[in-house]
C-alpha cells in the first residue's frame, strides 16, 4: 500500500535529524524498520483497537492519560530540556523575545536569540503565541495545540475512528514531537494550527452561505496562521482557488481580500525600514550562504514552488484532502530541491532540513490515513 510507505517516510524523515545525531544510520535504519512494521500491525488490527476505545471507560482513561501527558511532560522536562547550547533549541526563545518586545510596542526583529541568530517566526506567530509567553508557560503550546487537532478531528468524524487512531499513532511514532513537547520548539505547533485553520476554513465554507460572520472569522484564522512563517504565505492562492468551489465570485473577492489584507496587516509593518539580514527574510540569505553562494537556492526553490502551485490550482477538486495534499506539495517539492542542492554542496544537507518537514507534515497526516483506512477495509 502506497499510503503506508508514504505515512512511514513521512515519519522516519521528520525523525531523521535527531535520530542520526545521536544514533548515527543504522539508528535511522532500524527506527525505519521498528515503524513499518508498528504501522503495518496498527492497520491489521485497527478495527479490534477501534472497538476497545469505544468503552466508556477505556476510552475515559485514555482522554486522561493523554491530558496529563500533554501537561506534565512539558511542565516536568522542558527546564532540563534547555541545559546547555545543545540541549534544546532557540526556536521557543525567539518567541519569547519577539513576544515580549512585540507586546511593549517595540520592533521584535531587533531581537536576538540566546544562541545569537535572528528570529525567524513572523508576527503571527508572535501573536498567537503571545498567551503562552505572558503565561511564562511557551512550553505548553504544542500541548495546546495537539489537544485542539484532536478534538477537531473528532468533531470532523464525530467518533474515533481509524482515521484517527492512525493519524495518533502516527503522530506518537514521530521522534520530533516528544523533542518538541520537552524543548518548546515551536515547529510542531506552527504547522498544527495551520492545519486546524483550513481544517475549520473547508467546514465552514461547506455552510457559507448561512452564516458569513464564521467565513469571515475563518479567513481571518488562516490569515493569521499563514502569517506564522514565510513558507505558509505561498498558501494563500491555494486557499483562494478551493474557496472558489463554495463561494460565488463577488464573495470570493470578499473573502479574499480579507485573506490578503490581513497578511499583509501581520506582516508590513515587520519589515518597514528593516535590513534584509536582520529581518525573517534572513533565512534566505542562510540558505544561499550555506551553500557557499554557489546556488542561488532561495530562487530555484521559489520557481519550483511557483510551478508546482500553478500546477496544483489547475488539478485542485473539491475535497479537503486534496487542499491539504496541495498544500503539501507546494512546500515540500521546493523543500526536497534545497536539500538537494545543500547536499551537494556541501551545505547542511538532507538530514538537517528533514527537522522543517514537521511544517507540512502535520497536514499530509490526515489525507494519508484517511486513504489508509480506506485500504485496510479491504483485508480486516
Known amino acids: 500500500m502506497g499510503e503506508l510507505w508514504l505515512l512511514v517516510s513521512g515519519i522516519v524523515l521528520v525523525s531523521a535529524q535527531q535520530i542520526v545525531k545521536y544514533f548515527q544510520l543504522p539508528g535511522l535504519v532500524c527506527f525505519a524498520v521498528g515503524t513499518s512494521l508498528a504501522l503495518a500491525i496498527t ?6 483497537i477501534q472497538t476497545i476505545i469505544r468503552h466508556r471507560a477505556v476510552a475515559s482513561t485514555l482522554w486522561v492519560l493523554l491530558g496529563s501527558a500533554l501537561v506534565i ?39 536576538k536569540t540566546y544562541l545569537g541568530n535572528a528570529l525567524s517566526p513572523l508576527p503571527g506567530a508572535l501573536l498567537i503565541a503571545a498567551p503562552f509567553v505572558l503565561s511564562n508557560h511557551i512550553e505548553l503550546q504544542n500541548s495546546f495545540w495537539i489537544f ?25 511514532a514521530a521522534v520530533p514531537i516528544l523533542r518538541a513537547l520537552c524543548t518548546g520548539d515551536d515547529l510542531l505547533a506552527n ?8 481544517i475549520i476554513l473547508s467546514a465552514v465554507l461547506k455552510h457559507a452561505q448561512s ?118 506539495l507546494i512546500q515540500g517539492i521546493p523543500w526536497i530541491i534545497l536539500a538537494v542542492l545543500s547536499q551537494a554542496s556541501g ?19 490526515i489525507p494519508l490515513c484517511d486513504k489508509l483506512a480506506e485500504r485496510t477495509k479491504a483485508f480486516i
Not at 82 to 107: F, P, W
Request: charged letters at 10%; one cysteine or more; proline letters at 3%.
Open 43 to 48: 492497520c491489521v488490527h485497527v478495527k479490534v
Open 191 to 198: 504547522g498544527l494550527y495551520v492545519f486546524c485553520a483550513l
Open 211 to 328: 452564516n458569513r460572520i464564521l467565513v469571515i472569522v475563518s479567513f481571518l484564522m488562516c490569515g493569521i496562521a499563514c502569517s506564522s512563517r514565510i513558507n505558509f504565505i505561498v498558501l494563500v492562492p491555494l486557499i483562494l482557488a478551493y474557496s472558489r468551489f463554495f463561494l460565488p465570485r463577488r464573495w470570493l473577492i470578499i473573502y479574499g481580500g480579507i485573506l490578503v489584507f490581513s497578511i499583509i496587516f501581520f506582516i508590513a509593518p515587520a519589515f518597514m525600514g528593516q535590513d534584509f539580514s536582520v529581518s525573517p527574510f534572513h533565512i534566505f540569505s542562510k540558505l544561499n550562504s550555506s551553500m557557499d553562494g554557489s546556488l542561488h537556492a532561495a530562487a530555484i526553490a521559489c520557481v519550483a514552488g511557483l510551478i508546482v502551485m500553478i500546477w496544483q490550482i489547475v488539478n485542485l477538486k473539491e475535497s479537503l484532502s486534496s487542499l491539504l495534499i496541495s498544500c503539501t
Open 73 to 111: 511532560v512539558p511542565l516536568v522536562f522542558y527546564p532540563s530540556g534547555q541545559i546547555g547550547i545543545h540541549g534544546g533549541c532557540d526556536r521557543d526563545d525567539a518567541l519569547v523575545a519577539g513576544g515580549h518586545s512585540l507586546l511593549r510596542g517595540e520592533n521584535p526583529y531587533n531581537q
Open 347 to 365: 551545505g547542511y544537507g538532507i538530514v538537517w532540513y528533514s527537522q522543517y518537514c514537521m511544517l507540512f507534515f502535520c497536514v499530509l497526516i
Open 148 to 172: 485542539v487537532t484532536i478534538v477537531l478531528l473528532l468533531l470532523r468524524k464525530g467518533k474515533a475512528d481509524s482515521r484517527i487512531i492512525l493519524a495518533i499513532g502516527s503522530a506518537l
